[in-house]
């Protein structure tokens, strides 16, 4: 079970702006812990988009931005492109999992 | 360049106990910092994070299943293995193995990791 709560889905048309809000609490995103994005296209394994709340993997395009605030993060895709179709999850640390992250439900982006 | 690649069975039957293996190139688990991870997705549902091995042996699990799971790691081998026993229908899922970087920030003060390169995944079901 996730604690970290994302819509299911957004969509938009071509060229057009869609942000993805990740949701948490205080024994994760709202205690000051990181948020990283992740990726993950049909039948593929998940890639890395964002890490630290806002710092893009060199190769990841200036389209994809993210930013955290409070006990909420947000990934931001500016210029929908039809290659952008695909799940996105975000990812930070919680104090019950004791090493390990967790990561967000899963927002599906469809590309109209 | 980093790769990592998961291999193990594709079918299990439920009790019995499931070992992956990870093999990995381009950096060693032996270099400080250095640190794998095992993920997995369920059909249709979200990510989940299984265990971390550190480059000093180190290991972190889930402790929903902590009970369950063993990660090690060969280093002269490139490889980690993850076991997990008494496998049930649930447990069927793809699995993941990835470089997990750590990184300090200076703005909160802690360490953050995230996984940087993924395996491609492996499938595993768990049936009679």
């Known amino acids: 079970q996730s604690v970290l709560t994302q819509p299911p889905s957004v969509s938009g048309a071509p060229g057009q702006r869609v942000t993805i809000s990740c949701t948490g609490s205080s024994s994760n995103i709202g205690a000051g812990y990181e948020v990283h994005w992740y990726q993950q296209l049909p039948g593929a394994a998940p890639k890395v988009l964002i890490y630290?709340?806002?710092n893009r993997p060199s190769g990841v395009p200036d389209r994809f931005s993210g930013s955290k605030s409070g006990t909420s993060a947000s990934l931001a895709i500016t210029g929908l492109q039809a290659e952008d179709e695909g799940d996105y999850y975000c990812?930070?640390?919680?104090?019950?999992?004791?090493?390990?992250?967790?990561f967000g439900t899963g927002t599906k982006v469809t590309v109209l | 360049q980093v790769a990592l690649r998961e291999s193990g069975p594709a079918l299990v039957k439920p009790t019995q106990t499931l070992t992956l293996t990870c093999t990995f190139s381009g950096f060693s688990l032996s270099t400080t910092g250095m640190r794998v991870g095992w993920i997995r997705q369920s059909p249709g549902k979200a990510l989940e994070w299984l265990a971390r091995?550190?480059?000093?042996?180190?290991?972190y699990y889930r402790p929903s299943l902590k009970t369950r799971l063993t990660v090690s790691r060969d280093t002269s081998k490139n490889q980690v293995v993850l076991t997990m026993t008494n496998m049930d229908p649930v447990d069927s899922a793809t699995y993941f193995c990835?470089?997990?970087?750590?990184?300090?920030?200076?703005?909160?003060?802690?360490?953050?990791?995230?996984?940087?390169?993924w395996g491609e995944g492996t499938t595993v079901t768990v049936s009679s």
């Open positions: 630290g709340n806002d």
């Open positions: 990812q930070s640390y919680d104090s019950s999992l004791s090493g390990l992250g967790v």
């Open positions: 091995i550190d480059w000093d042996d180190d290991k």
């Open positions: 990835a470089r997990v970087v750590g990184r300090y920030s200076g703005s909160s003060g802690n360490y953050y990791y995230y996984m940087d390169v």
